[in-house]
């Protein structure tokens, strides 16, 4: 069936260390792609897009990179810090605009 | 701020009250959803509003009836809910109409508890 994970439910990073959460989907027909950021006691915050035609996309100290031939999904975050702390969500969009969403990687920054 | 509230943020009530969640958006968008939020499940799409008109039903009991009296307005009618139906209810919304890579925007959500 259609999903779309993330590889681990949690991530402990140290604080300026880069982080990388991971995303795999399995519908070959999404062509557009985001990670959210949620924080304790907020709803879902856009952080970065790409679509389907690109590999790679840089924001400020992030960075979504798209592998379509093993259908995975990725965000690095260069020199976390602690406001950096949340739950980070993929989702996947098929040409509609439903968006299908990740469980979510609960990343948390040691100081 | 992503300019889209949502009132109230908590609520509390027994399963024989009748409540409603409101969400506004100010961002120009014609599109509009409900999401529930249940710990350790991914976000359920609930319903879709594209240009005031109800797009997409997702099995959603009717116990939850939303309304979309212009594209800047939501609601959430409740009654008769049960417990499981606690949880944190998003508003989003979008550019809608073509739908192709349409970048959604949330609301802060309303924590509801079903006692």
């Known amino acids: 069936g259609e999903s779309v994970g993330l590889h681990l439910p949690t991530l402990s990073v140290q604080e300026g260390d880069n982080s990388i959460i991971n995303c795999a989907y399995s519908?070959?027909?999404?062509?557009?792609f985001i990670w959210y950021k949620q924080e304790s006691g907020k709803g879902p915050q856009f952080i970065i897009d790409?679509?389907?035609?690109?590999d790679k996309r840089q924001g400020q100290r992030v960075t979504v990179l798209l592998n379509k031939t093993v259908k995975h999904l990725s965000l690095q975050i260069a020199a976390t810090q602690p406001g950096d702390s949340a739950v980070y969500f993929c989702?996947?969009?098929?040409?509609?605009?439903?968006?299908?969403f990740g469980a979510g990687t609960t990343v948390t920054v040691r100081a | 701020e992503t300019g889209v509230t949502q009132t109230p943020r908590h609520l509390v009530m027994g399963m024989t009250n009748k409540k409603s969640l409101k969400c506004e958006q100010h961002?120009?968008?014609?599109?509009m959803y409900w999401y529930k939020q249940s710990a350790k499940k991914p976000l359920e799409l609930m319903f879709v509003?594209?240009?005031?008109?109800?797009?997409e039903n997702n099995s959603v009991p009717s116990r939850f009836s939303p309304e979309c009296p212009n594209s800047s307005h939501l609601f959430l009618h409740l009654h008769t809910l049960q417990p499981e139906d606690s949880a944190l209810y998003l508003c989003?919304?979008?550019?809608?109409?073509?739908?192709?890579?349409?970048?959604?925007?949330f609301g802060p959500g309303t924590r509801l508890t079903v006692l």
């Open positions: 989003a919304s979008s550019q809608g109409a073509s739908g192709e890579g349409d970048t959604q925007y």
């Open positions: 519908n070959s027909a999404s062509d557009y």
């Open positions: 790409i679509r389907s035609n690109m």
């Open positions: 989702a996947e969009n098929k040409h509609d605009y439903k968006l299908s």
């Open positions: 961002l120009g968008h014609n599109a």
């Open positions: 509003y594209n240009f005031k008109e109800q797009t």
